[in-house]
């Protein structure tokens, strides 16, 4: 059975930090992808950025330079170190993997973590 488990969310002030992390378990398909999306209030759910087996990285733009996404493929964990923080950036936060090396969009991604919530505000 296919496992995702996001941690790390929590209330921070504009310019703060925090770092989410994801484990993945139980998947065996050699090419993959895990990615970090996010859903705030009222709004649909968008990539915010991923990874690839192969090793390509995707960011969205309105993160680029302030988050880093890395991973550690010996067990499958992947985080995303978020800095300057912006009030926009509050959302539930997911990690979500799909079985493919380049995946982008939410279609693509099959399994799906329970969500973490970030929040923003001073």
């Known amino acids: 059975e296919v496992q995702l488990v996001e941690s790390g969310g929590g209330l921070v002030q504009p310019g703060g930090s925090l770092t989410l992390s994801c484990a993945a378990s139980?998947?065996?398909?050699?090419?993959?992808?895990i990615g970090w999306f996010r859903q705030a209030p009222g709004k649909e759910r968008e990539v915010v950025s991923c990874?690839?087996?192969?090793?390509?990285?995707f960011y969205v733009d309105s993160v680029r330079g302030r988050f880093t996404i890395s991973s550690d493929d010996a067990d499958n964990t992947v985080w995303l170190q978020m800095n300057n923080l912006e009030p926009e950036d509050t959302a539930v936060y997911y990690c979500?993997?799909?079985?493919?090396?380049?995946?982008?969009?939410?279609?693509?991604?099959?399994?799906w973590g329970h969500g973490t919530q970030v929040t923003v505000s001073a």
């Open positions: 979500a993997l799909a079985p493919s090396r380049v995946a982008r969009d939410v279609y693509e991604y099959d399994y």
């Open positions: 139980g998947f065996t398909f050699g090419d993959y992808s």
């Open positions: 990874i690839g087996s192969g090793g390509g990285i």
